[in-house]
């Protein structure tokens, strides 16, 4: 079992950074394919990127795709969420997860598809 917790969010302006990470603990990292989701309010939690258990292989969703870079770091039992340009409906909670598998060329984008999650950090962006 592992337990991720987020952190990095914030209120930020239109075309602002910010960097999310999620800190995990218990069971060996490198054995969770990671992937980052976003929910604001009123709308179903939505994928936003995922990266294999070595980080070699990311997918992004099309909205993020040139703005956001996920990575991860093994050795810090860590993932993160680079976001870049920032705009105002990427204003949302953002949540980590993890999915016990070893990556073998499928991806995963539904929530139902990852078992742990984090809880949750909230990134605003006014305009």
């Known amino acids: 079992q592992v337990q991720l917790v987020e952190s990095g969010g914030g209120l930020v302006q239109a075309g602002d950074s910010l960097r999310l990470s999620c800190a995990s603990s218990?069971?060996?990292?490198?054995?969770?394919?990671m992937a980052w989701f976003r929910q604001a309010p009123g709308k179903e939690r939505e994928f936003v990127a995922s990266i294999s258990n070595s980080g070699g292989i990311t997918y992004y969703t099309g909205f993020v795709t040139g703005r956001f870079t996920i990575s991860r770091d093994n050795a810090k039992n860590t993932v993160y969420l680079q976001m870049n340009s920032l705009k105002p409906e990427d204003t949302a909670v953002y949540y980590c997860a993890a999915r016990l598998e070893s990556y073998s060329g499928s991806t995963y984008k539904r929530p139902d598809e990852y078992g742990y999650w984090g809880q949750g950090t909230q990134v605003t962006v006014s305009a």
């Open positions: 218990g069971r060996t990292f490198s054995t969770y394919i």
